[in-house]
């Protein structure tokens, strides 16, 4: 009964520094997805999967790589992290009523 | 740019009184959605309304969808401490219900 696990909860990373941000769902959603916050903003949608092997970007994809090898996880890729990717991460599992993580807090200094 | 727009951006009221919250969009949806988000946690949805819905309720909560004002509205009836958060309404697009866009949310607070 875990839902939707993302780990990890908090990190700080150097500018430059490359993590991947894990996503983990035991509902067997087709559609999992990625979400950045930030004050004022809203979530705005990073990248989404429709099924494993199937990626597609969304308002906000670059600087993020995103791969769905199963239906179970989708990890989020920061390539070469910047201060304009400090912000609060939450992936979510499912489209109609979607199942959120409780988020990462990324601080890239 | 978000799809969907709160308003207002904060509300304060007592508790017992009934909280309403207003959401605009820009473009033609299937779907419409309410999340609640309390405080340091992650999303939980609400309810969802489909674009050939008008009206849904779910115990003290009320959604009313206008397509041709591309607005909606959540109404909590009979609020309470616990109702304190932000809220946020998210929609799919018809030409791609793939994405779903939140707006900037809407913080409640209920005061005992």
């Known amino acids: 009964n875990a839902g939707v696990t993302q780990t990890p909860k908090f990190q700080v990373l150097k500018t430059g520094q490359s993590m991947t941000l894990q996503c983990a769902q035991d509902m067997n959603h087709e559609y999992m997805s990625w979400y950045r916050q930030d004050p004022g903003m809203g979530l705005r949608l990073i990248h989404y999967s429709v099924g494993a092997g199937i990626t597609d970007q969304g308002e906000v994809p670059n600087g993020y790589n995103v791969s769905r090898s199963t239906t179970e996880d989708f990890p989020l890729r920061l390539l070469s992290a910047a201060p304009s990717q400090t912000s609060v991460y939450f992936c979510?599992?499912?489209?109609?009523?979607?199942?959120f993580g409780q988020g990462t807090r990324l601080t890239v200094v | 740019s978000q799809q969907g727009e709160e308003d207002p951006q904060a509300l304060s009221i007592q508790e017992g009184e009934n909280a309403t919250m207003n959401c605009s969009y820009k473009t033609s949806i299937n779907n419409l959605q309410w999340y609640r988000q309390n405080s340091g946690r992650g999303l939980v949805h609400l309810i969802l309304i489909r674009s050939n819905e008008r009206e849904k309720h779910s115990g003290r909560l009320r959604v009313t969808l206008d397509t041709s004002k591309k607005s909606s509205s959540l109404l909590i009836t009979a609020s309470r401490a616990a109702d304190t958060a932000s809220y946020f309404c998210a929609t799919d697009a018809s030409w791609n219900n793939n994405d779903m866009r939140f707006g900037a949310g809407t913080r409640l607070t209920v005061k005992p």
């Open positions: 979510a599992s499912g489209k109609r009523d979607a199942f």
